[in-house]
C-alpha cells in the first residue's frame, strides 16, 4: 500500500514546495555527481553554506544564475497556470517567437562561463 505525504495549506503552496524539494534534490544530485572526490564535496558544501557570501565572483555567478532561472521559472509558472505542460507551444505567435529569441539570445550571451564539458562529453 502507497500512501503519499499530504501537506497542510493550499494547493498552490504544496506545489511550490514540490518544486523546490525537487528542483534541490536535483541539483544537490547533480552536484555529487560533478565532485571528485568527497574531500572535495564537503569543501564546497561548507563554502556554498557558511562561506563568504560578498565576493564578486559569486555576485557574477548569481547574475548568471538568475539569467537563465527566469525564463524556466516563467515557463514553470505558465504550466501550473494553464495546467498544461505544452502552454508555450499553443500560444499565440508574437509569445512563442518572443520566448524562442529571448532562450537563443541568453543562451548566446551567457552560454561560456568557463565551465568543463559535461560528463556526458568525458566518454
Known sequence: MRRRLRLPGPPWLRYALGLAVTFHLAAASAFLFRVPAWDTTTAMLSGALFGP????????????LAFFAFPVVV????QAVY??????LSARLPVRVAAYVVG??????FGQTGGRAFIYYQF
Open 53 to 64: 557570501w560578498a565576493s564578486d565572483a559569486l555576485a557574477g555567478q548569481l547574475g548568471h
Open 75 to 78: 515557463i514553470q509558472i505558465g
Open 83 to 88: 495546467r498544461d505542460t505544452l502552454w508555450l
Open 104 to 109: 537563443f539570445y541568453l543562451l548566446v550571451w
